[in-house]
């Protein structure tokens, strides 16, 4: 089945620590994104990517990598993970098209100590 | 700067009463516009865009460019109406800006 998948659903890591956040999709999107969320707040763009070997930055500083080897894998990493770093991470991918509606995965509740 | 505002954090109503979420944007183009919801427990998922002039469970959602607003109505709500309402702007380039959300509960 179509989908775009999102692991872990929660985590909790100490300061300093190296964590990759995972998101797959079946849905043969060439777009994909990590949106950053904190209670209450709006959703931020932190990183995109319009197909493999494309990553770009997002409107919201993010002390965070991505990498797009393969179309369905857009993996998030933080080097040294912070506290301030503590929010859900949303990633999304989109139909192709200028008025084009997006995908979200169930999101990563992230709490770094 | 493109911005989107969602001046009501909560809203409540009773069942079978109207609703209208509130969504005012700030940008100097021609915007594109979209509803997106989130159910309890559910994924964030898009409910409507005014591209396509569309009611989708009920709702609708008219862009007006003279007051800068897309507020979403229901004539009559319903209890699986409540969810969080996201109001967001796609400025033409790759992001949309999201607001930061109405949780609307609809009260039986």
């Known amino acids: 089945e179509a989908d775009i998948y999102q692991t872990p659903r929660y985590l909790v890591i100490g300061t300093g620590k190296k964590i990759t956040l995972e998101c797959s999709q079946t849905?043969?999107?060439?777009?994909m994104y990590w949106y950053q969320q904190d209670p209450g707040m709006e959703l931020h763009l932190i990183h995109y990517?319009?197909?493999?070997?494309?990553?770009e930055k997002g409107d919201l500083s993010s002390e965070s990598t991505v990498s797009r080897i393969r179309t369905e894998h857009f993996p998030l990493t933080l080097e040294s993970a912070r506290p301030s770093q503590t929010s859900q991470y949303l990633c999304?991918?989109?139909?192709?098209?200028?008025?084009?509606?997006?995908?979200f995965g169930s999101g990563t509740q992230l709490s770094v100590l | 700067a493109q911005r989107v505002t969602q001046p009501e954090k909560l809203l409540s109503v009773f069942k079978g009463a109207p609703v209208e979420l509130k969504c005012n944007y700030s940008?100097?183009?021609?915007?594109?516009l979209f509803w997106y919801v989130q159910y309890s427990r559910q994924r964030l998922q898009l409910l409507l865009r005014?591209?396509s002039r569309e009611s989708i469970k009920g709702f609708t959602a008219d862009l007006n460019k003279g007051e800068t607003s897309f507020h979403l109505k229901k004539p009559f709500a319903q209890e699986e109406d409540s969810a969080m309402y996201y109001c967001?702007?796609?400025?033409?380039?790759?992001?949309?800006?999201f607001g930061t959300g109405t949780r609307l509960t609809v009260i039986p």
């Open positions: 999304a991918s989109s139909e192709p098209g200028p008025h084009e509606k997006l995908f």
């Open positions: 849905m043969g999107h060439d777009k």
């Open positions: 990517s319009y197909g493999v070997n494309s990553t």
């Open positions: 940008y100097s183009g021609s915007p594109e």
């Open positions: 005014h591209i």
């Open positions: 967001a702007l796609n400025p033409g380039a790759n992001n949309l800006f």
